[in-house]
């Protein structure tokens, strides 16, 4: 089975009303294709504040607010280990009273609860989009590709535009992950459409994972619905679609996206497999051809070297297996999952040392509790092999 590649954003963030949403391209729903949804899909409770977020505010932040900037109160407890004790794990988005009290969370559902307890503390944000370079993960035969969103506390002052702005010459900027500056001098800022937008394609690519398509695809669809502005909603619901055996309606949606965007690779890859999968003479000539255009605008794409070093571990050849995973690691070291495979090739061809030296790695960088409980079994074993073998 081909890999299919889904966009995701790595933090959302709330911020003020934006201009009134544009109509969704025209025929790419198909509601009659799924089960009706329980409930209809509800955006009210991901910025909500739990009764225990208030407590919080109140005992942790409320007393020296007299005293203190409330900015730097926030940023502290959001930074300092002796406070909200945040751990990041990527294995679901949460909303802000979920994160809350997980005290976990990726980076989206830790900026959820940033803006919910800025929110409640009068404080204004500013949401922005970062201008840094995709990062990648997957999820068996899902590919997921994740932009980057933070936040900036400000002072409110009186604007003649909309009432309120924030004052970005003296805000502080919140982030969960390392940033060049330079990537932030160049944010711009998101829409609240845009961002709720964005919460609810993670959850839909997150359902998709689990196959839970029926609810994958009105997540989606809400998502289209709420910024039709945003093309990797129609991305998702494409792959919906397509998980779903609608290849037609995949491939419209993917048309649609593609020109809006013409230069998409994650598009681009999928319509193309979307044409190849309906074996039709014709459809299979269009999909050759944008394979062509593809391999111009991405020569070796994400995932290309690991994918060839997983087929030579399964065919035995674990020097070549070692000689791809180190090619990915070179391009992104700090994807937990090159180091992991790395070190199993390593630990194969009875390298101890490396295999130990990247599994060390691929347990710094694990983004979930599972993962991490995997790569910390997988060391004890490595070091275990090491000792029985200095024993000798």
């Not at 959302?12 to 934006?18: K, Q, Y």
């Not at 198909?30 to 504040?49: K, M, N, R, S």
């Not at 060839?308 to 992104?332: I, S």
């Amino acid at each position: 089975m081909q890999p299919w590649t889904l966009a995701l954003c790595a933090a959302l963030l709330c911020g003020c009303a934006g201009p009134t949403p544009r109509a969704a391209a025209p025929m790419v729903f198909h509601d009659q294709l799924f089960q009706p949804p329980a409930a209809p899909v509800d955006t009210a409770h991901i910025f909500a504040v739990s009764p225990a977020m208030r407590d919080y505010l109140s005992r942790e932040i409320g007393h020296s607010l007299t005293r203190k900037d409330p900015r730097r109160e926030l940023f502290d407890a959001l930074y300092r280990k002796d406070r909200l004790q945040l751990e990041y794990d990527s294995a679901m988005t949460r909303d802000a009273a979920q994160t809350f009290e997980a005290r976990a969370g990726n980076c989206l559902s830790l900026a959820i609860m940033t803006a919910a307890l800025a929110r409640e503390l009068r404080l204004v944000v500013q949401f922005q989009q970062v201008e840094v370079d995709e990062s990648w993960s997957r999820a068996g035969n899902l590919y997921f590709a994740s932009d980057h969103v933070n936040l900036a506390l400000g002072r409110q002052r009186l604007d003649n535009g909309n009432g309120y702005s924030v004052d970005l010459s003296n805000s502080l900027t919140v982030d969960f992950i390392p940033i060049p500056p330079k990537s932030r001098e160049n944010a711009r800022p998101l829409e609240e459409q845009t961002i709720i937008a964005m919460y609810l394609n993670n959850r839909a690519a997150e359902l998709l994972s689990q196959v839970k398509l029926d609810e994958a695809y009105w997540s989606a669809r809400k998502a289209v619905e709420q910024d039709p502005g945003f093309l990797h909603a129609y991305n998702t619901l494409a792959v919906v679609y397509q998980h779903h055996g609608n290849l037609p309606e995949a491939e419209q949606v993917l048309r649609y996206a593609l020109s809006q965007s013409p230069t998409s690779t994650v598009v681009l890859s999928n319509l193309a497999q979307a044409l190849e999968a309906q074996h039709l003479p014709d459809k299979r000539a269009e999909a050759a051809t944008l394979r062509a255009r593809l391999a111009q605008l991405e020569p070796e794409p994400p995932f290309h070297y690991f994918n060839l070093g997983q087929e030579a571990m399964r065919a035995g050849d674990y020097r070549r297996a070692r000689d791809l995973f180190a090619r990915e690691v070179d391009r992104v070291p700090d994807y937990h999952e090159f180091q992991f495979w790395l070190a199993l090739a390593n630990y194969q061809l009875g390298n101890l040392g490396e295999a130990d030296a990247h599994m060390v790695k691929a347990l710094a960088n694990s983004t979930t509790r599972g993962d991490h409980d995997l790569y910390s079994a997988k060391l004890d074993r490595i070091r275990a092999y090491e000792a029985h073998a200095a024993g000798k």
